[in-house]
């Protein structure tokens, strides 16, 4: 019955990917590029951003418009100036009547159309600031776009390689249980005619036992990866990586320091906080430019004369300036606030320097020892399984004892799943020494390094 019931869940296991859908590394990347929606909402935000840089510019061109309106008041504007009238009056001949001195100047109905425009041709620096500000927010959030694709490479690392380790440490675990299992019908047969004592055989059932147990939770291993992967994804369908573990020889590694130096000039982090510092160096400047007066050329058109009064020019232009002389202090604490927001992102750079470069460093040394350890595993490996070999001989010749066998060949298996492991681990320290060292673009040319 347990025979039947392992082969069921073997079959299972070999059914499983006929039926995922097969995704290289390449594509799973691409495919979870796509279907990031914190990736997508930060794209968008970038777009913003990129618009409002574009808008920030127009702060250097003039204004132009058109403005019009009509106007009813209560009663007509007129200047009554009868009372001169009346004082020179008696000064003409008998008979002369002066008309009445009364002018018109506004009717109680009027229209009034103006074509106007304005240019600043000196700001103090607010626009300069405007726009450094506006750039250093378009900087900000494509930083932050790297950000999330770069980690996002280093998540789909960890959970692809992830499920393809599971996968081949269930082959492993089938490969251990078929032998455990062969060992102990082995065994059985053998205290059956005589040739071995109980304990002999007790013991490798023990190991039987234990392969069952083992081989039941890297199944269960494997299907958690592989809904890890599908979640990350958002794929459905069972997938089937593609791509194999590798392990680069020491030659082909990338040296410490140049990780170091490229990571000063492209970690994602480290370009956001220049992006914020810039900001706040704006924000500075911009406060500073209320010390200073603004000065600006403006023209006004009249369009619609018939309403104009004799007090309206047909046209006029000119120079305005204005210029705030005090205001309580508050440009002077708001620029000294930017100033010490300006020192306080510097000391956060400076600590996030700081710990990408020990970041650098101690994966840089576990990638190493990643690759030690399984150059070292490959040697290992051969003169394990053909260990086992003479030991399972020799157990059936009644020369080796159980214990020796199952020694031999759990060491045999522990060296297999530690090649594993040792691949995984170069691999996803990888993929972190690209990540602090804005070279995620470069993992694919490595892997293809490894084929």
């Not at 157990?395 to 214990?403: I, K, Q």
Request: neutral net charge.
């Amino acid at each position: 019955m347990k025979t039947c019931k392992w082969t069921i869940l073997f079959c299972l296991l070999l059914a499983g990917p006929l039926a995922a859908k097969d995704y290289s590394f390449e594509q799973a990347y691409n495919r979870a590029l796509l279907s990031s929606e914190k990736l997508a909402s930060a794209r968008q935000e970038a777009e913003m951003y990129r618009a409002q840089r574009n808008s920030a510019r127009g702060l250097y061109l003039p204004q132009i418009g058109v403005k019009g309106s009509y106007t009813s008041i209560n009663a007509p504007i007129s200047i009554d100036l009868n009372d001169i009238r009346a004082a020179i009056q008696p000064l003409y001949p008998p008979g002369v009547t002066l008309p009445p001195f009364v002018l018109d100047v506004q009717d109680d109905h009027f229209f009034q159309a103006q074509a106007y425009a304005a240019w600043p041709i000196y700001s103090g620096g607010k626009i300069a600031a405007a726009n450094a500000a506006a750039g250093a927010n378009m900087d900000g959030a494509q930083a932050k776009v790297n950000m999330l694709s770069d980690n996002l490479l280093v998540e789909l690392t960890n959970k692809y390689f992830g499920a393809l380790l599971a996968d081949k440490m269930v082959e492993v675990r089938a490969q251990f249980l078929q032998n455990a299992r062969q060992n102990a019908k082995d065994g059985a047969d053998m205290f059956r005619v005589g040739t071995i004592a109980r304990v002999e055989k007790m013991a490798v059932d023990v190991v039987l036992a234990q392969a069952e147990r083992d081989y039941a939770s890297s199944l269960n291993d494997a299907q958690m990866a592989q809904s890890l992967l599908q979640s990350l994804l958002s794929e459905q369908d069972g997938i089937k990586p593609s791509s194999a573990l590798f392990v680069l020889p020491a030659d082909k590694l990338p040296a410490l320091e140049e990780l170091q130096q490229t990571a000063l000039k492209k970690n994602p982090a480290l370009a956001f906080l220049d992006s914020k510092t810039a900001l706040s160096q704006a924000n500075a400047k911009a406060q500073r430019s209320g010390f200073l007066p603004s000065v600006y050329l403006f023209a006004n058109r009249e369009l619609y004369t018939d309403d104009l009064t004799v007090l309206d020019p047909d046209y006029a232009y000119g120079v305005g300036f204005s210029w705030n002389l005090f205001e309580g202090g508050r440009t002077y604490n708001q620029t000294k606030a930017a100033n010490k927001q300006t020192e306080s992102i510097l000391s956060l750079k400076e600590q996030q320097t700081k710990d990408i470069l020990t970041g650098l460093e101690y994966y840089y040394k576990k990638m190493q020892n990643a690759q030690q350890n399984y150059q070292a595993l490959q040697k290992e490996l051969a003169f394990t399984e053909e260990f086992y070999k003479t030991r399972r001989l020799g157990f059936r010749a009644g020369t080796s004892t159980s214990l020796e066998v199952n020694m031999a060949m759990t060491q045999w298996f522990k060296t297999q799943l530690d090649s594993l492991k040792a691949q995984y681990d170069f691999v996803t320290s990888l993929a972190m020494l690209l990540n602090l060292s804005g070279q995620t673009d470069l993992f694919g040319q490595y892997a293809r390094q490894a084929v």
